[in-house]
């Protein structure tokens, strides 16, 4: 499985920034998502996209603002940020075989290497 994240740079506040996650060797069905991490933190799981009715899970902190697809015909999972702030600045990863338990969000499968979003106030 091998993934490839891009599309990470700088927002200002209010502003819009879409990443993509290229995956290959893994089935876009079973679960996909997205995490961020900040330093000194752990990563957070933001947004998931599960199973063929394309069930999307999201993360408070990003609930409205962030919209999670996938583009099957490419193998390609997006992240749509909108209304971005400050406290969105960070390293996001994509991630595979992802599942929300007891309402977070968490892979049990392979990790992209990080895009850093930054996002200025």
Do not use: H
């Not at 583009?71 to 390609?76: F, P, R």
């Not at 390293?91 to 049990?108: G, H, K, M």
């Amino acid at each position: 499985v091998q993934l490839q994240a891009s599309g990470g740079g700088l927002a200002q506040t209010g502003g819009s920034l879409t990443l993509s996650c290229a995956v290959s060797g893994f089935d876009l069905d079973l679960g996909v998502g997205w995490f961020r991490q900040t330093p000194g933190k752990g990563r957070e799981g933001i947004s998931a996209i599960i199973s063929t009715d394309d069930n999307t899970f999201y993360a408070d902190s990003v609930k409205g603002r962030f919209t999670i697809s996938r583009d099957k015909a490419n193998n390609m999972v997006l992240l749509q940020m909108n209304d971005m702030k400050p406290e969105d600045t960070a390293v996001y990863y994509c991630a595979t075989d992802v599942r929300v338990v007891a309402d977070l969000i968490i892979s049990f499968g392979s990790w992209g290497q990080g895009t850093q979003v930054t996002v200025s106030s």
